[in-house]
C-alpha cells in the first residue's frame, strides 16, 4: 500500500495580500507604494495634467447656470487673491428683464461655462448688495459683467468692445461675452 501523498503546508495569505494580488490582475502597480510608483506612467506621462476637483459654487446660482461655481462677492475676492485667478463679476437684481435674458446665455452657453472654471465667478444682486455700486465705473445700470485681476481691480479695458461710450459692461445675449472671457484669460496669462 502506498503512502498518502504529502502537501506542503498551506500559507496563509493576509486580506491585504489578497487584495493586492486581485488589483495585481487588474492594474499592474496598483499596489505599489507611491515612492516605488514607476516614473513615466500615468497622466502626466501622456501629457495630461491630472485634473484638480471641479471646484462647486458655494452660493445659490439663482438661475445663472448650476454648473458654474459661483461665490459670493466677498468670497470671490478672497479667493482670487488667494488663488491669482482672474474674477468675472456679474452684477444683476431679480427684477430686470436684461438680466433674465443674459442669465438664459449662461446657461445655454457651452463654451461659456467651460471657460468659467477659469475664473472666480461671483454674481451679486445689486437690491441685496447695494455695496457692489462700488463696482460700477460707468454707472450702476444692471445687468453690468466686469472682469477683475486677481487683486479685486476691475480690468476697465476688459469691456464689451460694442458699446465704447456708455454701458460698457452691458452685454445682451446676442454680443460675444465669451469672446471678452478669452481676452481676459490672456490679459491675465490664464490661457484657454
Known amino acids: 500500500m502506498r503512502a498518502p501523498a504529502q502537501h506542503p503546508p498551506r500559507r496563509r495569505i493576509s486580506p491585504v495580500s489578497a487584495f493586492c494580488l486581485g488589483a495585481l ?10 515612492e516605488r510608483a514607476v516614473k513615466g506612467h500615468g497622466p502626466e506621462a501622456a501629457g495630461e495634467t491630472p485634473s484638480a476637483p471641479k471646484r462647486v459654487a458655494t452660493v445659490p446660482a439663482e438661475g445663472w447656470n448650476e454648473d458654474i461655481a459661483w461665490r459670493g462677492l466677498e468670497e470671490g475676492l478672497a479667493e482670487a487673491k488667494q488663488t491669482k485667478m482672474p474674477v468675472m463679476m456679474v452684477v444683476h437684481t431679480t427684477w430686470c428683464g436684461n438680466c433674465q435674458k443674459l442669465k438664459r446665455t449662461f446657461n445655454s452657453d457651452a463654451d461659456l461655462a467651460r471657460l468659467s472654471e477659469q475664473f472666480v465667478m461671483v454674481h451679486v444682486d445689486q437690491d441685496a448688495h447695494p455695496e457692489v ?57 490664464n490661457k484657454s
Open 133 to 189: 455700486t462700488l463696482y460700477a465705473p460707468d454707472g450702476d445700470y444692471i445687468p453690468r459683467v466686469m472682469f477683475l485681476d486677481s487683486d479685486g481691480n476691475i480690468d476697465k479695458q476688459l469691456q464689451n468692445p460694442n458699446r465704447p461710450n456708455r454701458y460698457r459692461f452691458f452685454y445682451t445675449p446676442k454680443e460675444d461675452l465669451t469672446a471678452t472671457m478669452r481676452l481676459a484669460l490672456d490679459q491675465h496669462d
Open 25 to 34: 490582475v487588474l492594474a499592474s502597480s496598483a499596489c505599489e507604494p507611491p
